[in-house]
């Protein structure tokens, strides 16, 4: 065997070298001149520490901002999924009249996308020397544009001026929401940068000029072309285009359709700014400073405004998943609409202040339930809450129809006597509104003088289980109290529930659902939903008449004869709730329906307001304005109930014995009906 000392044999130079690091690694360190052998120790010792925190520190600032940069990115949306879908999965519905025109748009109000090379050249000229004059130039970030803004703001004090790029305003309006934190302005950068890798400059300034919020619930230099100019972006004027330029910046306040005159001091500014850029002289802008642009007359009338919120509401209902855009035929009739409002208007106007009334609403259904006219308030300005959907009041003696119905079908009729006296229910004692004693009165007599007294006794005969059942079978399928303040109205409904109950007593029994949506259509014509009307009978045919009969002689010698309508058949009932806080009139004729209510938000009672004053009266108002120049439509059961022939009011007569053969018609019929005593039960005129 060999030595093993290798230091010398240069077949193994590895070992030798290993062999030396061995010796050092075993020797104490040299010592240096002025070393004492360890005083500097603990000084080093800190150093280390320092170190070694200061690189912990260093790349636990490292890793959060990578895994921030990372979370950030991995909850972005799918930005190509996105560009490709971003407008067309947005739901626009523009809410059309019965005529076929235009009442009003929610949701994104927008048009097919317009090419870049289709704009007027002024137009993107404008909008890039007022929003982004570098656009061409940077890579989706500007820090020129950041540093002018916020040397302009830092000497005007407040924020006017802002430093995001064409491409910034684009990450943020097709991607993400407008709110200002570190989280959505670090999604921005991505998104930004992922736009400028992936987009062309043109199809970056293409996707900003078709989907730019531009005011009034308009996205898309073409759709507010349209709205404020009624023409296509691609024929818009110098002027025109000024004004649109300068409302992306702030939609709403340079709206031409709130304040013209500002949107017209904006659009000043952008023709400066485009002399300024360089892009056109002073000359070329010079006709458009003193022929400033004219937008659209629109309607100033706002009532309309409840329908098309309710059936924007009715549209996503029915089509939950829809986008695009919707075109919807509706039932509204822009003549009684007028009716609607104006009735509503007036009463306000005239005695509402007097009376302490500060809202009302009204709403009009034709015999199938189509809904002709609807206001949900005074000023939809003012409150968009809507009184005739969404406001649940007490009815009053408006609801007493449903209970006399309940009474028809127990067994009841319009002629049976009923008597005014005091009851007492488990401690409750309703009273009636006048102090005077009816006695013994027809079942017709009762409803028409609204007794409380005989209603209550009634209810409590014919019970709780077939009020409730009836009130289910004209519409009103909430859960109703089961005690019998019921019958008085003491349990809350909506105008638009109530009025539709009303419906079938002149429809012959026949109730359908009330609808504002004739059909819904998408954008390529393809229908997406027709309404079919499906009425219920409701009560028979008799039943209905007999309703007819009774809710007629309210308004020809009952509560309600503030509503009478001159030369045509009307029926009806009043509705005042305790205190007077709400004033109800639910009527109708051959041709319509409608229900109109007044009151207070607050609940706070008014000052007389009944409905028997000032709702019927607006009824009245709107009644004979929605059908003036309409022939009367038959009533059946109004004057000759019962079995008596009808003779429709829409056939012409003329001639003495036309006239008198009228006469004859209308006047009251004897009963060949008997009472339990035998005696013949007569029906006299005017009794009470």
Do not use: C
Not at 103 to 111: D, E, F, H
Not at 331 to 356: C, F, M, S, Y
Not at 392 to 415: C, H, M, N, W
Not at 470 to 488: H, K, M, Q, W, Y
Request: avoid cysteine; glycine fraction near 8%.
């Amino acid at each position: 065997m060999t030595d093993d000392n290798d230091d010398i044999d240069p077949h193994y130079p590895m070992r030798a070298q290993l062999r030396r690091a061995e010796m050092l690694r075993d020797l104490p360190p040299p010592r240096r001149n002025g070393d004492d052998g360890g005083t500097n120790q603990p000084a080093r010792k800190r150093t280390n520490r320092l170190s070694r925190a200061l690189t912990f520190v260093s790349f636990a600032f490292t890793a959060l901002i990578v895994s921030f940069i990372a979370v950030v990115f991995f909850t972005l949306p799918d930005l190509k999924r996105a560009l490709d879908t971003a407008q067309t999965e947005t739901l626009s519905i523009t809410v059309l009249d019965v005529d076929g025109d235009e009442l009003g748009i929610r949701g994104r109000r927008t048009a097919p996308s317009v090419p870049l090379g289709e704009m007027p050249p002024y137009l993107v000229k404008a909008v890039l020397a007022t929003e982004d004059r570098r656009f061409y130039e940077h890579n989706g970030f500007d820090p020129r544009g950041i540093a002018r803004a916020m040397w302009t703001n830092l000497i005007s004090f407040d924020f006017v001026e802002g430093g995001s790029t064409i491409t910034q305003q684009v990450a943020k309006n097709l991607y993400l929401d407008n709110s200002r934190t570190i989280w959505r302005k670090a999604q921005e950068a991505l998104i930004a940068m992922w736009l400028e890798n992936n987009l062309t400059k043109d199809e970056i300034l293409t996707l900003y000029l078709n989907r730019i919020y531009m005011g009034a619930g308009n996205y898309g230099m073409d759709a507010a072309a349209r709205y404020y100019f009624g023409k296509s972006v691609r024929d818009v004027s110098l002027p025109e285009a000024a004004i649109l330029a300068g409302l992306p910046k702030a939609p709403s306040r340079f709206s031409p359709a709130n304040d013209l005159e500002r949107a017209r001091v904006r659009a000043n500014q952008v023709l400066d700014r485009l002399v300024d850029a360089g892009s056109l002289s002073e000359k070329e802008v010079a006709g458009a400073r003193v022929n400033p642009a004219k937008v659209l007359t629109r309607s100033k009338e706002a009532g309309r405004e409840y329908f098309v919120d309710w059936v924007a509401g009715e549209v996503r209902a029915l089509l939950p998943e829809a986008t695009g855009r919707l075109s919807v035929r509706t039932t509204l009739d822009p003549r009684r609409q007028i009716a609607a409002e104006k009735a509503v208007g007036q009463a306000l106007a005239e005695t509402g202040a007097e009376r302490r009334v500060t809202q009302g609403a009204l709403v009009a259904l034709g015999p199938d339930g189509a809904v002709r006219a609807m206001v949900g308030g005074r000023s939809y300005v003012e409150s968009q809450f809507n009184r005739a959907t969404q406001a649940e009041r007490q009815p009053g003696s408006a609801f007493k129809p449903i209970v006399y119905l309940a009474a028809l079908k127990s067994g009841y009729t319009p002629d049976s006597p009923v008597t005014d006296e005091p009851v007492s229910m488990d401690g409750w004692t309703p009273r009636n509104a006048s102090t005077r004693d009816w006695g013994t009165v027809s079942l017709a007599t009762a409803l028409a003088n609204s007794i409380n007294t005989i209603t209550v006794q009634i209810g409590n005969r014919v019970g709780m289980d077939r009020i409730i059942g009836t009130a289910g079978e004209l519409g009103i399928d909430r859960p109703l109290p089961r005690n019998l303040s019921v019958v008085l109205g003491s349990a809350e409904v909506t105008l638009l529930e109530l009025t539709s109950a009303y419906s079938a007593f002149g429809n012959a029994g026949m109730r359908a659902a009330p609808f504002g949506i004739v059909s819904i259509e998408a954008e390529n014509g393809e229908t997406l939903y027709k309404h079919e009307v499906v009425p219920a009978q409701a009560m028979t045919r008799a039943q209905a008449q007999d309703m007819t009969y009774m809710l007629h002689q309210v308004v020809m010698e009952g509560t309600g004869r503030s509503a009478a309508l001159p030369g045509r058949l009307a029926a009806g009932k009043t509705g005042t709730s305790q205190d007077n806080r709400d004033a109800w009139f639910v009527g109708y004729t051959g041709n319509e329906v409608a229900g109109v209510w007044f009151g207070n938000d607050d609940n706070t009672p008014t000052d007389g307001a009944a409905g028997g004053n000032f709702a019927a009266i607006a009824w009245r108002n709107y009644m004979a304005a929605a059908e003036s120049g309409t022939p009367p439509a038959p009533l059946p059961g109004a004057v000759r109930y019962r079995d008596a022939p009808l003779v429709s009011a829409t056939v012409p007569r003329s001639g003495f014995f036309a006239e008198l053969a009228d006469l004859f018609n209308a006047a009251p019929k004897l009963e060949n009906r008997s009472s339990g005593n035998g005696t013949p039960n007569f029906r006299m005129g005017g009794r009470r």
